[in-house]
């Protein structure tokens, strides 16, 4: 398995501002994704973070309000940019290895 | 119709005995299934995947697929209180990269001592 390291695990952030998350992998992986948690609910992909690349979005999600990185094959961040309470979330980081998806820890972000 | 769809449950279980987690799937020609444990406050944590019709068996757990129904099950023998947690059944997209499951929203087990 893959160990995924994820930072900040939880932050409160104030209506209008950004924030990076980031994700971490021991290891080299191919692929990376980002997930969205919402209270209550189970898990949506947000995206596929491409190394080199543009990431790739799902229906419902935009460049503008999660721009993604992957500067290589094993490290990835996501933004959450001009919040709303609405982005009140946990927002996982997985990664892809031999047909199995691992998660990261998680990052809580409550948005006031 | 919702794509994956679970009993939220809470399903409760005395110790010992045999847990039953269900799911059901919406696109017939969905191919690889996945079975996730999350506790509470903590990410997923992959139990088990199944890809062929039948049964398959890791420890005291054995995952059930069942295509021609799109029915997927996860039963977990001897149930103890740590396997009190949410279970997530997760279909591979058609079309969709490695990563792109489709989530069930999970059936909350309870094991009770």
């Known amino acids: 398995s893959a160990v995924i390291s994820q930072k900040p695990s939880r932050d409160i952030c104030q209506r209008g501002t950004s924030l990076t998350i980031q994700c971490q992998v021991d290891?080299?992986?191919?692929?990376m994704f980002w997930y969205r948690q919402q209270p209550g609910q189970s898990l949506t992909l947000i995206a596929t973070?491409?190394?080199?690349?543009?990431?790739?979005?799902e229906s419902g999600f935009v460049i503008d309000k999660f721009p993604i990185s992957r500067p290589n094959l094993t490290f990835s961040t996501l933004t959450v940019s001009n919040m709303s309470p609405e982005d009140s979330s946990i927002y996982l980081c997985s990664a892809g290895l031999t047909g199995e998806l691992f998660f990261g820890e998680g990052s809580r972000l409550t948005v006031l | 119709q919702k794509e994956v769809e679970q009993n939220s449950g809470p399903l409760s279980v005395p110790e010992g005995a045999i847990a039953s987690l269900n799911c059901t799937y919406s696109d017939r020609g969905s191919q690889s299934f996945f079975w996730y444990r999350q506790y509470s406050g903590k990410s997923p944590e992959l139990i088990m995947f199944i890809y062929s019709n039948g049964d398959k068996e890791d420890g005291r757990f054995t995952a059930q697929l069942n295509k021609a129904s799109q029915y997927v099950s996860l039963l977990i023998r001897d149930s103890q209180p740590s396997d009190s947690a949410t279970y997530l059944c997760a279909v591979l997209k058609m079309g969709g990269s490695q990563g792109n499951l489709i989530f069930g929203k999970g059936t909350k087990l309870s094991v009770k001592p």
């Open positions: 973070a491409n190394q080199g690349s543009e990431a790739t979005y």
């Open positions: 290891s080299q992986v191919t692929m």
